[in-house]
């Protein structure tokens, strides 16, 4: 008889799942969770890896995955431990035979998976890709000769054939008897037009494909808000409750059923981009984190508690800038464009250490991907893929040409703080505000 234990991270769903597919031939299966408790506290960087919203998206997700695992004969038992600890204590107590997960980016998860390949050197381990298009043996290159652009990545990638996704099992394997299953405390928030979970992530990817959304993405792709100015994928697809290779095949469907133009080649486009972040962070590994890059770029950039401080709470003296972080800290969601446009003015305006920016988002963001997020926040400072050697928005000209009536402004109170943007001098004396001003 034998035992086997799927290890769930960042996909968190049943459809698509080449790892959890092999784990039918167990007699008997495990699945588990790690909520870590080192998430919930501060790190060198000034924040949390896990801020109030991202937890409760992640909640919803992992209920709506216990729902979907019932069906199939199975429970996901939650453990509030280090993935470590956790499956250390569960390989040992169920004399488990083989340990299996998704393919994963991150530094963190994967120092935890070669430990145990290290403490289990007599274990079958299975790793399958599930959060990109494509598999490294797909790619037309060695990883180790990444392409270092992304429309260099592009023109190679492009034109591959697409895997066919998966479908999702009938019926796992039991677990081998009753397992104690953690109680998780959810925050209690106000309600979120995004709800995690398996479930809302293919009602949304029906409801979005059964609309001319798709037909008419690229003319709306750069408004600051609205539902329907943007896919609103990316929190489904970073804690993989929506597969990526499903999301493209609905879009190639769409494309042959309905209409097939600039707008539905934007959308794949921009999953090509999210596929080379994937790739870059595999690469690159632990050099994703680093001051200096991947091009180990020299930098006078520093950390300014106020000015830090400031840009988290939206209280500089730009209210674009102030309106989009607003938004990110009432909602846990900001478009791409006021991304680009706050990671910008974090760098070049304020001058700070892009890695305490790229922390906060890793803390805010409901659709957090560690490959995205610290990738493009990468990109922007000019360590990064970036060949122009980062990127400097315009705050004016992005106000004049984005929320020209100052609408998105108004509507999250971002109107500019009229003292000065730091209150000491460079010898640590106050800065009194102009009376004349």
């Known amino acids: 008889m034998t035992t086997g ?33 080192q998430w919930f506290r501060p790190n060198g960087l000034n924040a949390k890896a896990m801020g109030e919203r991202r937890f409760q ?28 600890l956790a499956l250390t ?8 035979d083989i340990i299996a997960r998704s393919q994963h980016v991150g530094v963190y998860e994967n120092r935890h998976w070669k430990l145990l390949q290290q403490q289990f050197p007599d274990r079958e381990f299975v790793t399958e890709p599930s959060h990109t298009l494509f598999s490294a043996d ?13 429309t260099q990545f592009r023109k190679q990638v ?15 394997p039991p677990p081998p008897g009753p397992i104690a299953i953690d109680e998780i405390n959810q925050p209690v928030l106000e309600p979120s037009k995004f709800t995690g979970g ?50 493209a095949s609905r879009l190639k469907n769409y494309e042959q059923t309905n209409v097939s133009n600039d707008s539905t080649y934007w959308i794949y486009f921009e999953l090509l981009w999210r596929e080379y972040f994937q790739w870059y962070a595999h690469c690159y590994g632990a050099r994703l984190f680093r001051f200096d890059g991947i091009k180990n770029t020299k930098s006078r ?87 122009r050697g980062g990127r400097h928005f315009n705050l004016e000209k992005q106000t004049a040409t984005y929320d020209p009536e100052h609408h998105f402004i108004r509507q999250w109170h971002g109107e500019a703080n009229q003292y000065p943007l730091d209150s000491v001098d460079a010898a640590d004396w106050p800065i009194m505000p102009n009376k004349d001003e």
């Open 198 to 247: 398996e479930t809302a992530a293919l009602k949304h990817i029906n409801d979005y494909f059964s609309t001319d959304l798709p037909a008419n993405y690229k003319t709306v792709r750069n408004e600051l808000d609205g539902w329907t100015n943007s896919t609103k994928f990316s929190p489904w697809l970073a804690l993989g409750c929506l597969s990526v290779r499903h999301l």
């Open 158 to 172: 492009e034109d591959l054939a697409l895997p066919r996704p998966m479908s999702s099992p009938q019926q796992l």
């Open 57 to 84: 998206f992640l909640v919803e997700s992992l209920k709506d995955l216990q729902q979907q695992l019932q069906h199939a004969g199975q429970v996901l038992i939650i453990k509030q431990q280090t993935p470590h």
């Open 89 to 96: 204590e569960l390989i040992n107590k169920y004399n488990v």
């Open 5 to 37: 234990l799927f290890w769930f991270t960042n996909d968190l769903r049943l459809h698509d799942q080449p790892a959890l597919w092999k784990m039918q031939s167990v007699d008997k299966l495990i699945c588990v969770f790690c909520l870590d408790p």
């Open 301 to 387: 950039r520093c950390y300014y508690p106020e000015r830090y401080q400031k840009w988290c709470n939206g209280n500089t003296p730009y209210p674009l800038v102030n309106a989009c972080m607003k938004q990110l800290n009432a909602s846990g969601y900001m478009s791409n464009r006021g991304r680009q446009i706050v990671a910008s003015c974090f760098v070049h305006e304020l001058n700070l250490d892009w890695r305490f920016g790229a922390a906060y988002f890793e803390q805010q963001l409901i659709d957090y991907d560690v490959a995205a997020n610290w990738g493009n926040w990468q990109y922007i400072a000019g360590v990064g893929a970036d060949p």
């Open 138 to 150: 797909d790619l037309p290159f060695q990883l180790n000769q990444l392409p270092t652009s992304f």
